[in-house]
């Protein structure tokens, strides 16, 4: 996927203008249910594991450090949920750092002088 994240390429085929909520799953019974599956489901070799902090940094938001919707991902409700119980492993063990970084701010620019 070079320097993207997965998703970035993907984009979800519907008619209309706004997109559909999201699908519940993209396999169904070992197949894959649609011709548009999410970019977890598509590529086999991409698994969500607490593990795999590569690919979990790939759907945190670099500003506030929140999982980003899968309106903007694309992923299903499946591993969308799959998805969220690695990310929370990964911060209990200590994987994923997940503090905001602070501002220092020069109180003195502010004060009358």
Known sequence: YGEDPVWVRYRRNFKGQFAPKTRKTCIRQEKLSTGNPCPICRDEYLILDCRNVVLLRQFISPFNG??????KTGLCQHKHRELVVA????????????????????YSDYQKS
């Open 87 to 106: 990310i929370m492993k990964a911060k209990d063990y200590g994987l994923i750092k997940f503090d905001v970084p602070s501002r220092e701010y020069e």
């Open 66 to 71: 929140a999982i980003l919707p899968t309106e």
